[in-house]
């Protein structure tokens, strides 16, 4: 099983009241990247990268778990995101990201490409979010799709452009993964199992909902089921969400469009579970330092 994992790579710098800065590999793409390769699979990720003190650092992080870098063209520095977290640990984010994958010159890509993941700045921000989506459209002919929005409001600029930007990556996607304070800002005031119960009319065979210390909710055509967050005494949350998704899609690696739409609730309450138990792994530690086999293995048989 390969993955394909398209999207920017950052430079996280933690700020915490009281203490020095810490940079930190990051970028919601790569994070799921890496985590996907912390679980032991081969994993490419297409992204850009500068050769400057921040790239170096991203991409010695990154091979070392394994994952293979397909470069898209070099920024003239690498994206950063300045990370406040308040006194729970919980972050915001303040960016300097250009996202400009040309389709010139595609890179190499793995063959076969059996699933795709893309999402957050890069499947929306352009130049280099045309570029993504027509390659996606390309994959999808033989490869699963799985997307998450990962709002950053910021960088979404206006609000009705970027929800038909968001629609269009959900419609491309078998299984999409988008937290509550993503809804809540794509389409403020609606439930959201609503939300999630419109995007499945778009094509996906499942959603998944995040919603930190609430849980998450997994929702088909034809079922729901929600689970409860396990306990943690909470570091900070910084990837907690992309170590759900790299869970996600290890635990879904080689069901085909068939398979994912005929996910039952003993499959989506065991999606929920080992998925939520990479998120508390991930926040009970600093950084986005996801779960390898052995640890989330350990987590889940200790709950």
């Known amino acids: 099983m390969s993955f394909l994992v398209i999207g920017e790579c950052v430079a996280d710098i933690v700020r915490d009241a009281g ?14 990247a890496y985590g996907l390769a912390r679980l032991g699979r081969a994993t490419t990720l297409l992204t850009q990268l500068a050769d400057d003190p921040s790239g170096r ?9 394994g994952v293979r870098l397909a470069l898209g063209g070099a920024p003239a520095r690498t994206p950063s995101a300045v990370v406040s977290l308040d006194g729970r640990g919980r972050a915001t984010y303040a960016f300097d990201i250009a996202w400009t994958l040309s389709a010139e010159e595609p890179p190499v890509t793995p063959e076969p ?14 130049p280099g979010a045309a570029t993504v989506l027509a390659l996606t459209e390309r994959l999808r002919a033989t490869a699963t799709v799985s997307y998450d929005p990962n ?31 993503d809804l809540a800002w794509l389409h403020p005031g609606e439930p959201p199992a609503a939300v999630a119960a419109r995007w499945l009319a778009l094509g996906p065979s499942v959603v998944l909902v995040t919603r930190g210390g609430d849980g998450a909710l997994a929702v088909t055509r034809e079922h729901s089921v929600a689970a409860e967050a396990p306990p943690v005494a909470v570091v900070d949350t910084v990837g907690a969400g992309d170590s759900f998704m790299s869970a996600v899609l290890d635990a879904l690696a080689g069901r085909d469009r068939a398979a994912l739409a005929a996910l039952g609730p003993g499959d989506l309450a065991g999606l929920l579970a080992r998925a939520g138990a990479a998120a508390a792994v991930t926040v009970s530690r600093a950084g986005a330092q996801p779960p390898d086999w052995a640890e989330l293995d350990a987590a889940l048989a200790g709950r």
Do not use: Q
Request: hydrophobic share 50%; charged share 20%.
């Open 151 to 181: 709002v950053r409001p910021a960088l979404m600029g206006e609000h009705g452009a970027a929800v038909a930007r968001v629609e269009r990556c959900v419609a491309l996607a078998d299984v999409v993964k988008a937290s509550d304070e």
């Open 113 to 126: 490409v059996r699933h795709v993941h893309l999402g957050s700045i890069a499947a929306v921000t352009d």
């Open 57 to 65: 650092l991203i991409a010695g992080h990154l091979t070392g778990a």
């Open 19 to 32: 203490a020095a800065d810490v940079v930190h590999p990051g970028g919601s793409p790569a994070n799921v």
